[in-house]
């Protein structure tokens, strides 16, 4: 019988941890603030965008948020980015993905100064994760590796397969891993013999952007599956990489979407916010 992984009630313990923290410094008079920005009107974006409002609301923090125009330039925005890296009451800055073609990610990305890259996507802080020297990673990988502690799942000497090299998802899924002793595989689009890679995983991680994409034959029986995808069925509904009802039965362990991953990406997006003040030396 497999177990339900709760993203939901892991990220409301993360967030609560945070929360008291945070109470506690408000008792000495220390705020700590959250910058988002988000240019143009990506539907998808604005919800993101939204959510980490309430978060931020829930655990207590400040936080700002600049809605600027699709039109806005790289310039401007690049420009904004230097003002809120020099005033020492941000804490954590991020820029909501995508930004509109005109405008260079990479850039916007690594203008973040990397003390207050709450996103962990700059190129210092991955320089960091994949040394092992760390201390702000990409949140939706250290989500998945705060699921794993919190259900006792060993990571150590374990076959690890990840579905995905993204640098938001995969990369940084993979580094994590590593850090922990799992002998890690990436796959990728132009894979060979996928379900024969995957079927070997002790741990497996799906993080491709298509609906139940991982079905049953290619999951080893006891395996413990990590669905990291956002994904509309054909009925609209939301749904995983994962085809979760052909899947469970073989697992030890399983992610649903949603309730999984996804909650887990704006706590640690949270905790992260917390540890940049830390290292800021704020607290
Ligand atoms: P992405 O940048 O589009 O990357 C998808 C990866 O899947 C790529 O590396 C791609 O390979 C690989 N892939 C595509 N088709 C494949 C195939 N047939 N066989 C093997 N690999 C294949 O996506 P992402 O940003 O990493 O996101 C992945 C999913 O996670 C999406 O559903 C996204 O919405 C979701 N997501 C969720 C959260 C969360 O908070 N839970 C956060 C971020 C993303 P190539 O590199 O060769 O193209």
């Known amino acids: 019988m497999y177990k339900l992984i709760d993203g ?3 990220s409301e313990y993360i967030k609560n941890s945070v929360k008291e923290k945070v109470a506690d410094l408000k008792v000495e008079g220390k705020e700590i603030t959250l910058a988002v920005i988000i240019v143009g009107n990506d539907p998808a974006s604005r919800v993101y965008v939204n959510n980490k409002k309430k978060a931020c609301e829930y655990v207590g923090f400040r936080s700002l948020e600049y809605a600027l125009d699709e039109q806005t330039s790289e310039q401007e925005l690049l420009e904004l980015i230097d003002r809120l890296n020099k005033d020492k009451s941000v804490n954590g800055i991020l820029c909501q993905l995508p930004v509109p073609e005109h405008i260079d990610e990479e850039k916007v ?8 890259d709450v996103d962990g996507f700059s190129k210092i802080n ?19 590796m705060e ?29 994590l ?14 894979t060979k013999n996928l379900s024969e890679i995957t079927s070997q995983a002790d741990i497996l991680v799906a993080a491709v952007g298509r609906a139940g994409f991982v079905t049953a034959d290619m999951v080893k ?9 956002i994904n509309r ?16 039965d073989k ?12 909650p887990m990406t704006i706590a640690m997006l949270m905790n992260n916010t917390l540890v940049a003040a830390e290292k800021q030396g704020e607290i």
Not at 134 to 141: F, G, Q, R, S
Not at 147 to 174: E, F
Request: charged share 20%; aromatic share 6%.
């Open 109 to 116: 990305i690594d203008r973040i100064s990397p003390e207050k």
């Open 147 to 175: 699921l794993l502690k919190y259900y006792n799942i060993d990571v150590n000497g374990k076959n690890c397969v990840i579905i995905g090299r993204s640098n938001i998802v995969g990369k940084p899924m993979a580094a």
């Open 233 to 248: 069925n054909a009925e609209g509904k939301l749904c995983g990489d994962v085809d979760f009802d052909g899947v469970k």
């Open 177 to 190: 891993l590593l850090e922990k002793n799992g002998t890690v595989t990436i796959c990728h689009s132009r």
């Open 251 to 262: 697992t030890s362990y399983i992610t649903p979407v949603p309730g999984g991953c996804g």
């Open 8 to 10: 939901k009630a892991v």
């Open 126 to 144: 991955v320089g960091k994760l994949w040394v092992g020297d760390y201390d702000l990673a990409a949140c939706t990988p250290m989500g998945v």
């Open 221 to 229: 029986e006891g395996a413990v599956v990590i669905d990291v995808g």
